[in-house]
Each structure stands twice: as C-alpha cells, then as structure tokens.
C-alpha cells in the first residue's frame, strides 16, 4: 500500500521558494482510496491507545486529521494562522526551512493529561511541528506522538522534535 501511495505523491521544483522540491500530495488526494488508505493506516496504528484529541496543523493536516479524529473517536483540535481562530488563543511563531511563520490554537482545546495525537502531511525540518508541541505542552497535553504522511529524513525534522516519537508513511 504505501508505495500505491508514494506513487501518487508529484515533485514540483521552486515551490514556494526557488530551491524547495515541494511533494504535491494532492494526486494521492484525488486518487478515491488515497486519503482512505492513509486515514485507516493512521488508524490502525493508535486505536486502542487511549487517544483524547487529534491536533492538526493548518492547512494540509486538517485533510488527515479531522477524519483520524472521527475515526479514533477523538476530539478535533485545528491549529491554525494568527487571526483565524474566534476565541482566545495562544501563539507561538517557529522557523521553516525558507522563512518563519506563526500558529494560533484555542486556550482551551486541551485539558491537562488529556493524551494527544499530532497530524500533519509532511515533516520537513520540524519547524511546524516544534511550534506545535510548544503549545500542546503549554496545555500540559501529553503528546503520543506525531503522525505524518511524509517525512524528508535528510532535513532531519525527527531529530530536532525528541523525545516526541514520529511516525511516518514515506520517507524521502
């Protein structure tokens, strides 16, 4: 299954920056069972494990996230860019690979203890998810693990994120 999957995953050079080889996961997308096949291996490796929240981070995370979360029958949580979220939240800003960003997540959306999933398409130098973690342990949340579609060993995000354990579908 993941090389039917890998197989669906299109290199596009200079995207978003010159320089960047971006991995277009929206043909695995298109394909009728790619987000099915992703979603249920998500699936089978944390049922049973107790997971309270699944957190996803904007914009591509939320296409695996959310149906994890329903599948899991855990709760959603969305993290997204400043300014996109209605209630009082907190920030943290991170470095990427060609720039720095910001997320917001609600003040709320985890209780302490609560066990947490984190989602997103693709792991590259960790800068996301770093940002992520940040504000799932300011919530005293405790993280799983974080699940990825993607992983780019080469820029070695996995390293950077310890002890957070990764899981990953594809490696590059």
């Not at 995207?15 to 979603?39: Q, R, Y």
């Not at 947490?116 to 940040?134: N, R």
């Not at 949340?141 to 060993?153: H, N, Q, R, S, T």
């Amino acid at each position: 299954m993941l090389e039917a999957l890998k197989s669906k995953i299109r290199d596009i050079p200079d995207f978003p920056k010159p320089g960047i080889l971006f991995k277009d996961i929206t043909p695995l997308l298109g394909d009728p069972h790619g987000l099915a096949n992703v979603v249920e291996a998500f699936a089978a490796r944390y049922a049973g494990r107790g997971i309270d929240k699944v957190v996803a981070m904007e914009a591509r995370g939320f296409i695996f996230g959310a149906p994890l979360a329903m599948r899991l029958g855990a709760g959603f949580v969305p993290v997204r860019k400043p300014g996109k979220l209605p209630y009082k939240t907190d920030r943290v800003t991170y470095d990427l690979e060609y720039g720095t960003d910001s997320l917001e997540m609600h003040v709320d959306a985890i209780s302490a203890g609560q066990k947490v999933l984190l989602v997103d398409d693709l792991l590259a130098t960790g800068g996301t998810a770093g940002g992520v973690i940040e504000l799932v342990n300011r919530q005293k949340g405790e993280i799983v693990e974080l699940a990825v579609v993607i992983e780019l060993d080469f820029l070695k995000g996995k390293e950077r994120l310890a002890p957070v354990p990764v899981h990953s579908l594809i490696h590059y």
